[in-house]
């Protein structure tokens, strides 16, 4: 297997991929902070890679040179008078630039704060108005955002009077000089994490080291991550299936990962499948129930999946961040069961961000499993059962915590 991955391998870095393999030795996480984990994997020559809609590599991004990026930024945001400790708010877009500012962030001692990206729903006043809150609940130093969003932003920055930056500025800041960073403990804060706002608005949680990195840890157990992993992921950064399980998750893993924008996997969804498909290796690749409804309804009945698709080698589809629904699943089997998925493939998970992100995962190879609850009990009613005939439910087993 790993002589025939190698030559695959050879393969990639000739397209301009980083490699599945590495000659470093994997370490599943056990590191003091997230700045020792980047440090780690910079060592070897695993990385993100960034596509376009259509699943062309656009970008690749090994460790060595995120983390180089990294301390460039963390020296200009010192430069900038920010302080150990101070929030810095950016606009979590799928790219190097956020990544980059992530973690200077993290080197310099500062708590990054990932925001959402505007959505198709209610316009631009909204989205500013949803920046608004967030940056007076954080209360950030500084904001970053892409310069494609500056209309935005900028209005958003002065309204909380916040100084606001692009990426592409940020770069025009001349770096402090060279000299010792400061020092991370463990138990200090890392970064904030909004929540996703499912059972109400948005509230930040504060992640600390120790936190993220033994989550980080009991997620690279319990899906058995191999030598033959690969990350392929369009979930957004401001939610924490994708900032945590598919960005942070592989580099404290050592594990290549593959991206493609949220918006572009709106837009073509089948995308996503085509990526899993093209990835030689072992595909490790999380989606809510709605991003496997989405790709079971867009194929075509006319069309054989085994036309188009090679999933054969998705190790683990992941399934969290909403209700897991049989129906959705099974139906994704009958769609791509011809293209070789296979039902153990699911892996049906519950995180939240309050927790850092996985608090329970089915063990891989499993897939979904049922289990047959009663109403009145699940509810919490309490309706004695010798009343009214007894009504079952089926739900979703999503495994063992970690």
């Known amino acids: 297997m790993l002589d025939r991955q190698d030559r695959i391998d050879a393969s990639l870095a000739a397209e301009g991929y980083t490699p599945t393999l590495d000659r470093l030795p994997r370490r599943f996480a056990d590191f003091a902070t997230l700045g020792e984990a980047l440090d780690y994997a910079s060592k070897g020559s695993r990385g993100m890679n960034f596509h376009d809609a259509r699943g062309t590599l656009i970008r690749s991004y090994p460790y060595s040179e995120l983390r180089d990026d990294a301390l460039a930024h963390a ?49 631009r006043e ?18 970053l955002y892409p310069e494609e969003l500056a209309e935005f932003a900028a209005v958003a920055a002065e309204r909380r009077e916040v100084s606001g930056r ?35 608005f948005p509230h930040g949680v504060a992640v600390t080291h120790r936190a993220l990195l033994d989550n980080l840890h009991a997620h690279g157990v319990a899906t058995e991550v191999r030598e033959s992993d690969r990350c392929i992921s369009w979930l957004p950064w401001y939610h924490d299936m994708g900032l945590v399980g598919c ?51 867009r194929t075509s009945s006319q069309t054989r999946a085994a036309d188009r698709f090679d999933l054969s080698r998705w190790r683990l589809a992941g399934n969290g961040a909403d209700m897991i629904r049989p129906d959705v699943m099974q139906a994704f089997v009958d769609s791509f069961a011809d293209a070789g998925f296979k039902a153990q493939a699911f892996c049906p998970s519950y995180g939240l961000a309050e927790a850092t992100l996985a608090v329970s995962i089915m063990p891989p190879g499993e897939g979904i499993r049922l289990e047959l609850v009663e109403e009145s009990e699940l509810s919490g009613v309490g309706t004695p059962w010798q009343e009214r005939p007894r009504r079952y439910r089926a739900i979703g087993n999503r495994g063992k915590p970690g």
Not at 100 to 120: D, E, N, R
Not at 126 to 143: E, H, K, T
Request: net charge negative; aromatic share 12%.
């Open 75 to 123: 020296r200009r945001f010192l430069a900038l008078g920010l302080k150990k400790g101070d929030r810095l708010a950016l606009v979590a877009e799928t790219g190097p630039e956020f990544a980059a500012c992530f973690f200077g962030a993290i080197y310099a001692g500062l708590w990054p704060v990932p925001l959402p990206l505007p959505t198709s729903f209610g316009g």
């Open 126 to 143: 909204a989205y500013v108005d949803q920046l608004v809150v967030m940056l007076s609940s954080s209360d950030p130093q500084l904001f």
């Open 166 to 200: 692009s990426w592409e500025s940020l770069d025009e800041v001349e770096a402090a000089e060279a000299g010792a960073l400061p020092e991370a403990d463990q138990h200090e804060i890392a970064y904030l994490q909004y929540s996703s706002g499912s059972t109400r």
């Open 247 to 297: 960005m942070l998750s592989p580099l404290a893993l050592q594990v290549s990962s593959d991206y493609l924008k949220t918006e572009d996997f709106a837009r073509r969804p089948l995308a996503w499948l085509d990526l899993i498909s093209r990835n030689p290796g072992t595909s490790l690749s999380y989606s809510p129930t709605f991003g496997y409804d989405i790709c079971s309804r």
